[in-house]
């Protein structure tokens, strides 16, 4: 079993930044592949970006290429989400997931984390 809980998020203005953190527990290997989701009222999930288990590999949605980074410290078992040049559209509950195999769905979800980003 793994546990996830988020923190870092809050209210800033647009332009400004905010990272985010992920914290997991439990098994090692199925936190092989950690991503960064969010969900906004009335919208679909959203894919915001994931890393593997080296930090080696990468991946963003088109909508925070160039302006997030993930990254993870494997030894203090956590994911960050450092968010600059932040837009009011990035307003949304940020959630952590994680999973064992590439080829597997997420399975292990946090509790989410509020950012609101102002005009």
């Known amino acids: 079993q793994v546990q996830l809980v988020e923190s870092g998020g809050g209210l800033v203005q647009a332009g400004g930044s905010l990272r985010l953190s992920c914290a997991a527990s439990?098994?090692?290997?199925?936190?092989?592949?950690m991503a960064w989701f969010r969900q906004a009222p009335e919208k679909e999930r959203e894919f915001v970006a994931a890393?593997?288990?080296?930090?080696?590999?990468?991946a963003y949605g088109d909508s925070v290429k160039g302006r997030f980074t993930i990254s993870r410290d494997n030894a203090k078992n956590t994911v960050y989400l450092q968010m600059n040049s932040l837009k009011p559209e990035d307003t949304a509950v940020y959630y952590c997931?994680?999973?064992?195999?590439?080829?597997?769905?997420?399975?292990?979800w946090g509790q989410g984390t509020q950012v609101t980003v102002s005009s």
């Open positions: 890393i593997n288990w080296s930090g080696g590999t990468t």
């Open positions: 439990g098994r090692a290997y199925s936190t092989n592949f």
């Open positions: 997931a994680a999973k064992g195999s590439l080829s597997s769905q997420y399975e292990y």
